[in-house]
């Protein structure tokens, strides 16, 4: 009988000791599952669709972008923003606008809703480009890793903890930049100095960089600016399609206007090849993509024509 009261003291000495074990168990998968919950991707909102797709592509998984300007089809001088464009940019830590007069109302938008503790990068700024130029900075090679370089900053400043992923994802971004360098110093290395033409500022700073020479300025400074270009400036653009005084001409896709039209026709008719480009990044393509794509183009149509 002693030897059965021991044995159950045993076991009754036991049950607390388990019961300890089995609540720090408990207690250590609460505080384990607690530690392995993810933190909420950081909200991202750029006014334009280029900078966004730049920003996911540093960001991955750990942010969430919204590109406010992103439809192809859509004129971004003609956009009005919604109340739920008011709410995004009032809430998103990190927000993206291009600068230099191309996007005025996000900046009054965020006046209305201030935030002290609100990352905002103006492109325009970041690249030190003064206001009255050309507004188009995604055009200009030098400005995109500009910016890949300091959302990445961002991202780690917000996000210690991935740190080491938005730096690996930065180096992978700039090495992708290369065979973009590549196409734009072989086309630079057979075409500089050729005249080119266009009926928009968009594909400026891109033509600068290939060493075009760029003709009929004062229309494209025209029709940024919003206002008719005058009767003298249209005859000259007439005049270098006529006579085939230009090797190529850019037209904008997003904009359909008559006297874009007509330009088109004509170019055709003289046989002076034209090169489609967009201010919006289309669908589904990276900017290295979107790049490549119109690069390749000019190629082509160079290689193509006359010399």
């Excluded at 004129?75 to 923003?81: Q, S, V």
């Excluded at 494209?220 to 270098?240: H, L």
């Excluded at 896709?253 to 480009?277: E, F, H, N």
């Amino acid at each position: 009988m002693a030897g059965v009261r021991k044995r159950g003291w045993r076991a009754r000495a036991a049950l607390p000791a388990m019961g300890a074990v089995v609540l720090g168990l408990v207690t250590l998968g609460m505080f384990g599952a607690r530690a392995e919950t993810p933190a909420p991707p950081i909200a991202v909102v750029a006014a334009e669709s280029v900078y966004g797709g730049v920003a996911a592509q540093i960001g991955g998984a750990s942010v969430a972008v919204t590109s406010i300007l992103n439809n192809p089809d859509q004129d971004p001088h003609l956009f009005e923003p919604s109340p739920a464009t008011a709410r995004r940019l009032a809430e998103a830590p990190i927000v993206i606008a291009n600068g230099a007069g191309y996007d005025p109302w996000i900046e009054t938008l965020l006046a209305a809703s201030p935030n002290p503790g609100r990352r905002l990068i103006i492109v325009a700024r970041l690249a030190h480009r003064p206001p009255g130029g050309n507004p188009h900075f995604w055009y200009d090679p030098a400005v995109i890793p500009l910016l890949a370089e300091r959302l990445a900053g961002d991202f780690q400043a917000l996000d210690p903890a991935h740190a080491a992923q938005y730096r690996g994802r930065l180096a992978g971004f700039l090495a992708s930049l290369a065979p973009l360098a590549e196409k734009r110093d072989f086309i630079r290395a057979k075409w500089t100095g050729i005249p080119v033409t266009a009926t928009e500022s968009v594909f400026g700073l891109m033509a600068d960089a290939l060493g075009f020479k760029m003709r009929n300025l004062d229309f494209q400074r025209a029709v940024m600016n919003g206002t008719e270009p005058g009767a003298s400036a249209v005859a000259r653009f007439e005049n270098d399609l006529t006579h085939r005084a230009v090797r190529l001409l850019f037209y904008n896709t997003q904009t359909s206007d008559a006297m874009t039209r007509r330009l088109l026709a004509l170019a055709q008719r003289s046989k002076v090849p034209v090169v489609g480009v967009s201010e919006t990044e289309p669908p589904g393509k990276t900017y290295q993509a979107w790049m490549m794509d119109e690069l390749v183009e000019i190629e082509k149509a160079l290689a193509g024509g006359a010399s």
